[in-house]
Structures are given as C-alpha cells and as structure tokens.
C-alpha cells in the first residue's frame, strides 16, 4: 500500500475520497439494500422455531407428511431457507463484484497507474 | 477392535505424509498462518465444514437426539443456519481487512496493543475450551473402544495431543488443512452411509421410520416409560425451556460467526469472492451432514435404543453402535475411526488458531509493539506456542479424566464467540463511532458475563440426590442462580452494552478517521493482502 494514501489525518486522504463516490456509496447502498431485510427475514424465520416449538409443543407434534410432524418439518424448512438465502446472495454478490470492479479500476486510475 | 486401530493407523501415516509434504513447501509467515492465501473455495469450504464437524457433532449431536429427540436435533438446525450470519455479514470484509486473525479487524482503526491482548485472551479461552471438550471425548473414546489393546485414556489423550502438535508445528495451516479435508470427506461418507442403512433398516419408508422414532421405549430413573422422539419438549421444558432455546438460538447464531478457528479459515483463500464460495461449500457439506443427524440419531433411539447405549458407554457413543448394530464390527470399526480422526483434525485446527493469536496478537502486536525483532520470530512463536497450547490441552484432559462431564465447555465456548467477539467484530465494521476502549470493555463484558453465567447455570449448579455420583453429579450443589443452560440471551446483549458503554465513556477521533478507509477496503479489497506466490 502507498503510504501517501494513508497518510494525514486532517486532509481528506485516498480512502475518504473513494468512500464519497457516487460509485462507492452506491455500492453500500445497492448491499444495504438486499443484505439488511434478508438478514432480518432470515433472523425473524429462524428464531419462530425455538418460539413456537417451546410454546406449542402439542401443537407442533401435528402429523403433517409422510409421518413427520410440523415441527421437524418446520426444523428441515430452516436448512431450505438458509441455502435459499445463501443461493439469493451469490446471485447478488456477483452484481456487488461488478459495481467493485469499477470502484478500483477508477482508484487505480486516480492514483496515476501506480 | 484391530480394524479401527489399523484405519485410525493408515490416518495418521496419510496425515503425517501431507505434513511432511506441506513441511517442504511452505516457508514463510504466509504460508504458516495462511497456507500461503492459495486455497480454492471449494478446499477452503470443506476444511471449515470440517473444523466445524467436530466430534462434538459426529458423536455429541446424535448422542443428544438418540437420548431428547427432538429438541436435540435444534442443536444442528442452529448451527447450521448460523452460516447464513458468516456470509452476509462477516466473511467477505472480514478476508479483506485482516491479515491472520479476527484481532486484525478489531484493532485496524484502534490501538492495537490493548485491542489484541483483549482479542487474544478471547481467541486463547474458547479455543482452550473447545479443545479440552474434545481431547477429553477423544481420551474417553479411545479408551473404550481400545480397551483390550492395552490403549489407556492417558496413552490416547498424550497421543492425540502429540499428533496434533506435529500437523500444526511442522505443517502449518497447509497440513491442518488437508487433514481437515481428508477427515471432512471420510466423515460425510460414513455418515451418508450409516444414513442409508438406517432407512433401509425402515425398507426406505419414512413412514416406518417416523413410526419407530415416534414410539421409543426405555427406562428413565427406573420406570419403564414410551416417548414420542418427535414431540419437543423432552430436554427444555417449562417454565424456562423457550427461553433457553432462544438463547440457544441466539449463541449459535451469532458465536458462529465469532468463532476464531473457523474466521482464520477466511484468510487463506486470495479474496473475499474465493472465502465467499468457501461459506457457500461448507454450508452444502454442513447442511446436508446436520440433516442427516436427525436420522442417525432418531434411527439410534429406535434402533439401538437409550437401554442400551447408555449401558455401553453412553449417549456418545450413540453413533459407533448404531454402526455397529446394523452393519457389524467392521463398519463400527470404520466409524470409530472416523470419529478419532475427527477429533485430531479439529483439535489441529483449534491448536493452530490458538498459536497463531498468540504470536501474532500477543508477542508481536502486544509485547513487540506490531513489529517483528528479525525475520520470521512470528512464526517461531507460533510453533512454540503450539508446543504450549498442546502440552496444557494434555494436562488438563489427563487430570479431568475420562467420566468428566465436558459437554457444557462447547456451549461455553460458543456463548463466549456470540458474547464477547461478535458485537465487536460486527462493530468495528460497522459503527464510524467505535473505538478502543468500546472493544476492550466489549470484549471483557462479554466474555466475563457468559463465563459468568455458564458458572451458575444449571449445567454447573443443581441440588443432587445423594445416590447421583460421578460426572452426572453437580459441581456446585446449590440451586442454579441463573436458570437457564445458555447465557447468550442475557450476555450477548450485555456484550453489546459494554462496547457501547466503553465506546461513549471515552474519545478517540483517529479511530472514527480510519472508518472510510477500513469500509472501503473491507468492502472492496482495495489493499487487502494478497496470495503469496511460491
């Protein structure tokens, strides 16, 4: 890493002025965007289990399918959704490395081709 | 029993090899602590799947549904899920903004020095617990299957440990590595097939085999009693029991991601895209081998049945007899294997995370003030180190002895990942605000507070009847003060706290001017530490 970059810290240095961006904020935003609500769907999803399984345990012992009851249905439904999310995220990552690759290919730029 | 001394055997001659192969190739302190950052997703993503199916899983996971049912299968589900916290929000910045310990991330906009003897104090006690719970499994293990081999506890516990010492002292991350992968491929190949038979016990129908998991009889406190081993509420009951299982929740879900063997497997893959792909591999692995729990264990309850298991070595050894009982010494030889080679690997893994942050967050950043005195001390301290970590791994094991009751250390050890280092790790990525004294005092509230709590729980505290003797006895026979198993619901929130309290209680504008540039760089790459080239 050039030292110049990282060096005072009353001016503005490198970093803070890749971080005001367009390109950069954009990228917070656009990860913001999908990662926050489907961490908290993921949070909400997983944490009705042990709720409902500790409060209904009669309830959740309903034979459903093929002899399994909801709550083991319930349980491997949390392994589906988990690989879900995670599938969603790979698709949505490829699109933050795309938004990435311009960020650094402009820094590399600004920096005069070191 | 000389088939499973002779596949444990051909283990470590495979095991040994790869370490002298690894011995030869890397030189360096990349290539120590981070196998050089050269590994490819899918390398990467088996060796977390398999330091992360640990024999605490293999053996403890289906010991617990055989004997709850139900509520021991949320164990696994937890787990499992927890992953989805690694991807989105830990494993990317983290491969981009540290070097070779979580303690990179936390000290990068703070003063390193009392950042990183906090993170290493943090790193070196859940480490130490975890390993004690496995060396203890590991020596109680041994001792039962090898026990005409003339192979004493005290032989087995002093052997996994110097085994365990050579892989991380002379190969590095590379060797532990490949010995993680190797016994993450042989683990899910039994556990596939020892699954398969289970259902073919069933004729394939899952009918049949809810049927039987349904109506489990065995004998609990002397009367003879059937359960249905798919109803919860056999372990948490009321009127604590939802509690403790969002707490649980909450200490697998989060502790995961503060886990420092499994975050020290981010960095040695060249970028954030790779260490993405690795989350991706091991929750495939991980997953599909925490499904396939539910089967071993329920098909042990109704197969094998808890009579029995816990009158030939109790509920962990659930696994080793259900092989046993329904394909023959053999396949109980192969398992039995596979879980000693499982609690090597994962003890190397713990070994060498536990060195590498004592070399390079206590001696170098701590003591030596970030900068190495000449070439290549780091690495040596690690080795050192390691020496260390394993010589006190073996005495602690050896004086707790085979029957101690160690099961809570690994709920410990993951309370104190949820409790003390993910509030900070998730705080220094992301509050501009957060400064050295918010991640000392998160760091110490946070580990004290589940230590703490785990101390008065009902794990350690319980009046006993005067008949209960030996590991099922309490170690304080007082009513637990605190009465829940897991303190994650009140000590990660007080983890939090104390960052936040720490943060305000004090000033430090350089931390806050380093924020862009530790957000740029953990969320681009920019200056991230780059594969080494041999």
Not at chain 2, 21 to 38: D, E, L
Not at chain 2, 295 to 304: T, Y
Not at chain 2, 473 to 488: S, T
């Amino acid at each position: 890493m050039p030292e110049e970059i990282i060096a005072s810290k009353t001016t503005p240095t490198g970093w803070d002025r890749v971080a005001a961006t367009p390109e950069f904020r954009g990228l917070i935003t656009a990860k913001k965007v999908f990662i926050i609500p489907v961490f908290l769907f993921f949070l909400v999803y997983y944490f009705t289990l042990p709720v409902v399984v500790g409060l209904a345990p009669h309830f959740m012992s309903t034979k459903v399918i093929g002899g399994a009851n909801l709550a083991y249905v319930f349980a491997l439904s949390q392994f589906v959704v988990a690989w879900l999310i995670a599938w969603r995220y790979l698709k949505a990552a490829g699109k933050f490395d795309l938004r990435v690759q311009e960020i650094v290919a402009k820094a590399d730029e600004s920096r005069g081709g070191e | 029993m000389s088939v499973s001394l002779l596949v444990f055997l051909a283990f470590i001659a495979i095991t040994l090899g790869i370490t002298y192969w690894a011995s030869k190739r890397s030189s360096g302190a990349t290539a120590y602590f981070a196998a050089s950052r050269q590994l490819t997703g899918a390398q990467n993503g088996i060796a977390v799947a398999g330091d992360y199916m640990s024999a605490a899983a293999f053996l403890g996971l289906v010991g617990i549904i055989a004997f709850q049912g139900y509520d021991g299968f949320l164990f696994p589900v937890g787990g499992f899920v927890a992953y989805v916290t690694v991807l989105l929000v830990v494993a990317e910045p983290l491969r981009n903004s540290g070097k070779y310990t979580m303690a990179d991330v936390l000290a990068y906009r703070m003063r390193p020095r009392p950042v990183k003897a906090m993170a290493s104090v943090s790193t070196l006690t859940i480490c130490t617990f975890y390993m004690i719970a496995q060396m203890v499994g590991a020596g109680a293990l041994v001792a039962l299957l090898l026990k005409d081999s003339g192979i004493s506890y005290r032989t087995a516990v002093v052997g996994v440990g110097i085994l365990m010492i050579v892989y991380v002292v002379f190969g590095g991350m590379l060797a532990t590595t490949w010995v993680q992968i190797i016994k993450a491929i042989l683990m899910m190949a039994g556990a596939t097939v020892l699954s398969i038979l289970v259902l073919a016990h069933f004729h394939f129908s899952m009918g049949a085999f809810f049927a039987a998991a349904g109506h489990v009889a065995y004998h609990n406190n002397g009367q003879a009693v059937v359960k249905d081993f798919l109803q919860p509420g056999l372990r948490y009951k009321p009127p604590y029991g939802t509690l403790d299982l969002v707490s649980l929740g909450l200490g697998l879900v989060f502790g995961t991601a503060g886990l420092p063997h499994i975050l020290v497997r981010f960095y040695t893959v060249p970028d954030a895209k790779t260490a993405r792909k690795s989350v991706m591999w091991a929750m495939v692995l991980i997953g599909s081998f925490f499904i396939m729990t539910s089967i071993l264990g329920l098909g042990a309850a109704a197969i094998v049945g808890p009579d029995y298991i816990a009158t030939h070595g109790g509920n962990n050894m659930s696994t080793p007899l259900l092989a046993q009982r329904l394909a023959g010494n053999l396949f109980f030889a192969f398992i039995s294997a596979v879980a000693f080679a499982t609690i090597l690997a994962v003890v190397a893994g713990l070994t060498i995370s536990a060195s590498t942050s004592f070399a390079h967050d206590f001696w170098t950043s701590t003591v030596h003030k970030g900068a190495e005195r000449h070439l290549g001390e780091e690495v040596r301290v690690a080795r050192v180190a390691a020496f260390g970590v394993g010589a006190v791994a073996i005495a602690i094991a050896v004086l707790l002895g085979p029957a101690a009751n160690v099961g809570f250390l690994t709920t410990l050890a993951q309370a104190v990942a949820a409790s003390a280092n993910f509030p900070v790790i998730v705080l220094a990525m992301f509050w501009r605000r957060f400064n050295t004294w918010g991640a000392v005092t998160g760091l110490a509230v946070g580990l004290v507070s589940s230590i703490g709590l785990i101390l008065v729980s009902p794990s350690l505290m319980g009046v006993d009847a005067s008949s209960v003797s030996g590991a099922a006895r309490h170690v304080i026979q007082a009513r637990a003060w605190f009465p829940l198993e897991n303190p994650g619901i009140l000590s990660i929130p007080l983890g939090f706290l104390g960052a936040f309290v720490g943060t305000l209680l004090s000033d430090e504008p350089a931390a806050g001017s380093k924020f862009n540039e530790m957000l740029v760089r953990s969320q681009t790459g920019l200056g991230a530490e780059e594969a080494a080239s041999y």
